[in-house]
């Protein structure tokens, strides 16, 4: 299947618009199910929040929900999910996004609830405090009482970069949760939340015109504001292995993340997508290299896995990028011997290169996960906007597929090559806990 | 703190032009129904196959009821389903994934005390590799020695990370709860009982539980249902039991009654776990509960999500959840919380739950919470994945498509006085369930609170 184009369409206040109906005007195939997506994509994300406001980010995509103008505490909420929607928000490194799936009889809603957000969301010292506590409750769900929690993404960083914007922990501080005040949201807001910095998507059942329409009579007024010039985050590779170790209370079983700096994912995109093909040679399926030797030849590890991209997907951030290869091994097992078998295999790759079969098992199954992830309305609508924003071009995610299928041995083997040793970070996880972490 | 000169938050939050009316919803459209085939093969088998979706891809979900009284049998069934595609005499474990990965394909195993479930999909073009893989391995897995031995000895250490895990100690620890010796509280095997499963045990069960009578397979995607059902019907022609796979046995009713406090050393947040008795999905009364269940507790703009997230911030989540097993339905409420709040967060729960019981569902809650099943039912069915899933689980119900086509009819029919009236499953004293924290801080709170059991 060719992905079909998406229209695009810019406002008079810098809102960039993405549309992608299910069918092509005109046709006469019958359209798909009645179901619509919108999403809208900021261009600031936990890498952007300020020293000493750890998590702000994130605590702001909160307070989104929280109401606006023409909309209560609740009503957001309550509006989306009476017109049979579903909804969420999240906060990446570089963006954060908002989205809603609903019967395609509820998309002006939809529009009209984004807009009214965008346009004049209601920032209260009363619902701050009341999500700092919901944030933190969060945390303690994700990272403080469960094994492995922000494992890798939020201790690794630390380990692999120097800089604030890059090392720091975007879930955020308690302390610095807390003291976070409604002045500070308005800032954030007036500063990031312009509609010159977002990027809104309609997907499914739409007529193009209708919705472009729709689009111009809620966000047309939405007032144009500055948009601030995008920082560089970049900062120099690691010139020796750098190595770190964290104590989990609630882990049973030791644990080590190695990261590596990947190529510039927007402006080198082929080198990257050699490292999203390395990543899958190396471990997507039971043949595939770290499965075979570490977790059935050798038995050194429970669980191997390697991946471009610090949040668990490739192609999610600009540069600077994070390879990662995670693994949770036994007791008896040393760190380094799992680091040396991971090495040895990169070698081999570095220097025989993948086989062809082994190319086009990656291929293969890329293509079909990206069909299956985009026949979820959700991911097509979110992965649309995403591209959009970080790389201009939504157009990008139909040709994925065949810029993977050309990534040749060669190019993955260069790839392998680079994670080096002497460039990279160590964090191992230590197991703290007294009893066997299970229930008394 | 960013920008240098921005607007307070008050100017932020206010237009020249003042709050705006919320646009009305358009005219519903009807969606399309799949195209769908559903039959019983002479083996036994329920084969569904329904064409579906924008791509060019098929779903595969295959349920083989598998439950056992022994005492052994979830270390065994644990091992078979990690070890049922290691190899065949045709194939060795990376000669299966090789031939998946050429059509795009995957295929998992995973068995709980109710069902093996086999899960995949693949490139459309690929179905028949993808059943091919399956066949092999349903008719003649062979359970290599090595590939028994080794994922025993991985699943021994996996069970002590999943037990490690909060959320799974409080399922654990609530299935006991309600249920003691019954089957179904056996989720997670014990790793000693693992330990000691030979290749020939699982083997045996093999031969004895992997069987296609009762069982259901499910085939959803860009494919002609007639023509899916024939190739199923040829390449599962070896697979064939006279003897029927094995349902659980009927599960006792949950009583309401006090929670069992759990200690777990260094807990900095408590998991709340209650249940109570409801009905089963074919039961006349399911849709007007399901209605009352989302009014509750079972979408964010639910009671206990306002209260307890919304208003005081105890929780990042609160649900309320049905649990469907042929023949039965309960209701699982849960939330996590931080252990300093963990008694204030149970006294809210049960007062919501009393409340409800109580004080009726308004009209507005319940026409919101109908649209939303409404609307749910189309956008969770809308993908291939979606719909596979949803028809796997009503088909283990003994229901079909056309049960699913006719639901929002069902929905649209329920009045409130229904509502109300399944509401009143809702009373404090019908619950019974289990809260795991550390019981150092919450033993004094909770002993304060009444009807929990200390450690």
Redesign the interface.
Known sequence: ?VEPQPHRVTLPNGLRVVLAP?AEPGSTE??????VGVSVHYDVGFRSE?EG?TGFAHLFEHLMFQG???LE??AH???V???????NGSTHQDYTDYFQ?????????AL?LEA?RM??????EENL??????????I??NV????YGGFPWILLPPVLYSTFANAHNGYGDFTDLERAT???????????YAPGNAVLTITG?IDVDQATDLVHKHFG?VPARSV?PRPSFAEPAPSGELRDRHRD?????PAVALGYRLPDPVGELDEYLANVVLAAVLSD???SRLQ?RL??RD?LV??VHAGAGLMGAPLDARDPDTFTITA?H?PEVTTDRVIDAVDSELERLATEGPSA?EL???T??W???L??D????VSRTLDLGSTELLHGRAELVGELPGRVAAVTAEEVASAAKALRPEARAVLEIEPT???????? | ???AT????E?????E????????????????QPETVDTVLDNGLRVIAARH?????V?LRLRIPFAGEDPGHPARAEVLAETL??GTRRRD??R???D???????LQATVDPERLSITG???ADGMETLLDVLTDALTEASYPEHEVS?ER??LV??I??A????RT?AR??LQHHRYGDHPFAREVPQATDVAEVTAEQVRQLHREAVLPRGSTLVLVGDIDPEQTVRTVRRMTSEWHSAEAARELPALPEVKGGDVRL????????SQLRFSAQAVPRTDERYPALQIANLVFGG???SRLV?NI?????????AHSNFEFTPGNGTVLVDA???SEVTAAALLEIRYELGRFALVPPSVAEV??AR??A???L??S??????LASTLMNVAALGLGQDWLSEHPERLRAVTREQVVEAARWYVPTAFTGVV?GD?EQLGEQLRGLGGVRL?
Do not use: W
């Open positions: 299947m299910d019958p359209g798909g199910p009645p179901v300020p406001r606006s103008e023409s505490k609740l909420f309550r509006h999910q009476g017109s049979g929607g579903i909804f799936v609903l019967p395609s009889n509820a998309l002006e809603r009209f009214d346009r004049a969301p209601r920032l209260t405090r009341n999500q700092v506590d919901v944030v933190k409750e969060e303690r769900l403080l009482n469960r094994p409604v002045d500070d949201c308005a800032a954030f807001f007036d500063t990031f059942d007024d601030p209370p609630h882990a049973p079983l399926g039971d043949a075979q977790v059935y038995s429970v669980d949770i036994s079969e086009s098992r990656v293969a199954r293509a079909a996960g069909h299956r985009h026949d979820r309305l806990s007294e009893s066997d972490g299970g229930a008394a | 703190m960013t920008s921005h607007r307070s938050a100017r932020i939050g206010s237009t032009l003042g709050p705006r009316p919320l646009p009305p919803l358009a005219e519903p459209r009807a969606g399309r979706g924008a791509v060019p891809m779903e595609l290691t474990r990376v299966m994934d090789t998946l990965a050429a059509v795009g394909g995957t999909d693949a490139l080794g000895d991985r250490e996996r002590t990370v037990r490690s895990q909060p100690i654990e620890e759990v200690h777990r050393e260094g807990a900095v947040q979408y964010f703009s306002e997230r919304e208003d005081k911030g105890y929780t990042y989540g996590d919380t931080a026409e919101s649209q939303y409404i609307g749910g189309l956008t069915t809308s993908s291939q994945s979606g795991v019981a450690p």
